[in-house]
C-alpha cells in the first residue's frame, strides 16, 4: 500500500506562469530554464507541456539536453554553462546544442574540434561566477568568428542582484550589456531571469531566461507568488498516518523539542526529510490539513513530521495534508527554513513520485 506521499504538478499552472513571462518579457522571447530536472517537478513533462509555446530551451549541463533529444524535444537548446568536457563539442554539433561560452579553454576546444555549432558568448557584468570582461568581448567575438562553422549567436549575462528591486548592481549590469548590445546589433542578447522579468526599468533584450517563475515560486524578495500572478505548480502532499491528544507537559519528537503546555491533538504525517521537506523548518511551519491552515510541532525526522490539529480538530487518519503548494506557498515554508523556494522545489527526494495533473483527473 502506497503512503500517499507525492508531488501533484500542475502542468496547466505552469503554462500559465509561462504564458506570463512572455507577457513580462515585451518583445524579447523567453527561453524556458528546466536544468535541475526541471526545479525538481520532471525534467521530461515540463518540457512537453511547454513545447508549443517555449521557442527555446536552456539547461545547466550536457547531461540534461541529452534527456531532452531523447524526450523528442525539437527546439534549440541552451547549455548555460557550456560544455565542461572538450569532447563534448562533438555531441553539441550531433544533438545542435547552443553551449555557452564562458572561458578561453571553451575557445581553444571549439578552434580545435572543427564542428558545425551555434554559441553564445558568457559576458561577466558583474555576477563575477563565470564569463569574459567587457573589454575582452572583442577579441574573443574575433576568434569565434574566424573558426570554420562556429555561429556566434548572441551574448548571455545573469544578474546578481534583480530579487531587490532597490538594488543599483542591475543598473549597473544592464548599462554594460546594453552597451554591447549596440556596439554588436547583428547579434542576440539575454539577460534577465525571472527576477528580471518583474523591473519595470529593466531592459529584456532578445531573450528573457525564466526559471524560478515557470514553477510559480516568486523571484522577488519582496512581493510574493501570488501578487506577481503565478500559480503553484508543485503541491507537495501527504497524509495523516496517526492522530494523538498531548497532554500538558508531554513532547513530541527527537530531542523532545517541542512540549505541550495544554491538551494539544497533533497528526503524525507520513513526510519527512528524507523525502526533501526541510529539517530546518522550525515549530510553527505552516501546513495545510484537512482544508484548514495549521503548523508543524517539533523536529523533522527522515520519514515523519508533527502538526498541530488545533486549527483542524476532526481531523483523522487519511486526511490529506499539502506540505506546499496552492493553499501554503512554497517561499514561506523557505523562509520558516531559512532558505528560498529554489532549494525546497529542487530537493524532493526520488522517493516522492511526482504525479502529473493529466494522471490525477478522474479519480
Ligand atoms: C538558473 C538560471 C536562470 C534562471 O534563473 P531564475 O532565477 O530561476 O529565473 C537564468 N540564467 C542562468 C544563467 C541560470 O543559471
Not at 181 to 203: I, K, Q, T, W
Not at 240 to 257: K, N
Not at 299 to 313: E, K
Request: charge should be negative.
Amino acid at each position: 500500500m502506497a503512503r500517499h506521499t507525492r508531488a501533484r504538478i500542475d502542468l496547466s499552472a505552469l503554462r500559465h506562469n509561462y504564458a506570463l513571462a512572455r507577457r513580462q518579457s515585451g518583445s524579447a522571447k523567453a527561453m524556458a530554464v528546466v536544468k535541475a530536472d526541471g526545479y525538481g517537478h520532471g525534467l521530461e513533462p515540463v518540457a512537453r507541456a511547454l513545447s508549443d509555446q517555449a521557442e527555446r530551451f536552456a539547461v545547466a549541463c550536457l547531461e540534461e539536453a541529452e534527456r531532452l533529444r531523447e524526450a523528442g524535444i525539437r527546439q534549440p537548446i541552451v547549455l548555460l554553462q557550456g560544455f565542461h568536457d572538450d569532447a563534448d563539442v562533438t555531441a553539441c554539433a550531433e544533438l545542435e546544442l547552443e553551449p555557452v561560452i564562458h572561458s578561453d579553454h571553451q575557445v581553444a576546444a571549439l578552434e580545435s574540434a572543427g564542428q558545425a555549432v551555434t554559441v553564445w558568448l558568457k559576458v561577466n557584468t558583474g555576477m563575477n561566477r563565470l564569463g569574459f570582461a567587457p573589454a575582452a568581448v572583442e577579441a574573443v567575438v574575433q576568434r569565434l568568428r574566424a573558426i570554420a562553422g562556429v555561429t556566434l549567436k548572441g551574448m548571455v549575462t545573469h544578474y546578481a542582484c534583480a530579487d531587490d528591486r532597490d538594488d543599483p548592481m542591475t543598473d549597473h549590469q544592464n548599462g554594460i550589456f546594453s552597451e554591447l548590445s549596440s556596439r554588436f546589433p547583428d547579434l542576440e542578447f539575454s539577460a534577465a531571469n525571472s527576477a528580471g522579468h518583474f523591473r519595470v526599468d529593466s531592459p529584456r533584450f532578445h531573450w528573457t531566461r525564466p526559471g524560478i517563475m515557470l514553477y510559480g515560486a516568486s523571484p522577488m524578495i519582496v512581493e510574493s507568488a501570488a501578487e506577481l500572478g503565478l500559480r503553484a505548480v508543485m503541491s507537495l502532499e501527504s497524509r495523516i498516518t496517526a492522530v494523538r491528544t498531548l497532554q500538558p507537559g508531554e513532547s513530541v519528537g527527537y530531542g523532545a523539542a517541542w512540549r505541550a503546555e495544554r491538551p494539544t491533538p497533533m497528526g503524525i504525517v507520513s513526510i519527512g526529510y528524507g523525502d526533501g521537506y526541510p529539517r530546518h523548518a522550525p515549530t510553527g511551519t505552516p501546513v495545510w490539513v484537512a482544508g484548514a491552515r495549521a503548523c508543524t510541532l517539533g523536529r523533522v525526522s527522515m520519514d515523519m513530521l508533527a502538526v498541530d490539529l488545533t486549527a483542524a480538530p476532526h481531523a483523522r487518519p487519511g486526511d490529506s495534508v499539502e506540505l506546499w503548494g496552492a493553499h501554503v506557498p512554497v517561499d514561506e515554508v523557505a523562509r520558516c527554513a531559512d532558505t528560498i523556494g529554489y532549494e525546497l522545489l529542487t530537493g524532493v527526494t526520488a522517493r516522492v513520485p511526482r504525479v502529473y495533473d493529466d494522471e490525477i483527473s478522474g479519480q
